[in-house]
């Protein structure tokens, strides 16, 4: 994962988590979150100055480590070139709530999209909705409409509270994580869950979730910080596996 070409000051290793963070976008892709040039991912500077995020005008296969503006806040590009994507708003927000998050993604990921257009709920009826297990997967539903102003985005941050991931009505999905593997992973099983649940409805078979306090000692024992390194090291491999062959 080389960074001599990313963007990078006064630290060296955010050239490193931003090729990092670009081989998320497509693994992403790979995991069925690709939707045009849209979807983001972003990750908070951590000398204060605000967030990375990916340029617009990509696809999620496309980015490399070079694809990112570093923005403030407020929206304000300080340094790197190209599109500055107008749900900049989501990313911000959200990081200004929740001080834990060092990673939010969004992206339009076909099955939790599609179930967030319901009044459904994600329950852990398969291993990964159990890593939700803590908070579930709010919904956020003030609009459809995309997250462009500083008061969307805090509404979506609010809906979202401590969770791993929201639910955008008739939209998308928000999701994070306290590094790039953690986010990249909430992306991943929000849509795998949302794909086998809509399954489980579609076959009109009788359902019943699992108990709420074996599903929470669940999540503890599936995925401790060893698994969770075990997982974003086989999508690595899969990525690889995949860009060896083109």
């Not at 939707?35 to 990750?43: A, C, T």
């Not at 570093?70 to 790197?80: A, K, M, P, Q």
């Not at 939010?104 to 009826?125: K, L, Q, R």
């Not at 791993?164 to 994580?177: P, Q, S, T």
Request: with cysteine.
């Amino acid at each position: 994962m080389s960074h001599s070409d990313a963007l990078y000051s006064q630290d060296e290793s955010i050239g490193n988590v931003l090729c990092e963070l670009a081989r998320a976008h497509r693994i992403l892709e790979l995991e069925g979150h690709g939707d045009m040039s849209m979807g983001h991912l972003s990750y908070r500077d951590p000398h204060g100055r605000g967030l990375w995020l990916k340029q617009g005008n990509l696809g999620l296969e496309e980015v490399e480590g070079h694809h990112f503006v570093l923005i403030d806040f407020d929206g304000n590009v300080l340094e790197g070139q190209g599109l500055r994507h107008l749900e900049w708003p989501l990313h911000a927000e959200i990081m200004r709530a929740r001080p834990d998050v060092a990673v939010v993604g969004h992206s339009h990921a076909f099955y939790a999209t599609v179930f967030g257009a319901t009044d459904g709920e994600i329950g852990p009826y398969v291993n990964h909705a159990v890593w939700f297990a803590d908070h579930g997967v709010p919904r956020f539903s003030e609009t459809s409409h995309i997250v462009t102003t500083p008061e969307l985005g805090r509404a979506v941050a609010a809906a979202l509270g401590p969770a791993e991931a929201v639910l955008l009505a008739n939209h998308g999905i928000a999701f994070v994580g306290k590094d790039v593997g953690d986010a990249t992973l909430a992306g991943i099983f929000l849509e795998w869950a949302a794909k086998a649940q809509l399954a489980l409805r579609s076959s009109g078979l009788a359902h019943t979730p699992p108990d709420a306090a074996e599903t929470v000692d669940k999540h503890r024992r599936i995925y401790p910080q060893r698994a969770r390194n075990n997982y974003w090291m086989y999508f690595n491999r899969k990525l690889d596996a995949h860009e060896t062959r083109r």
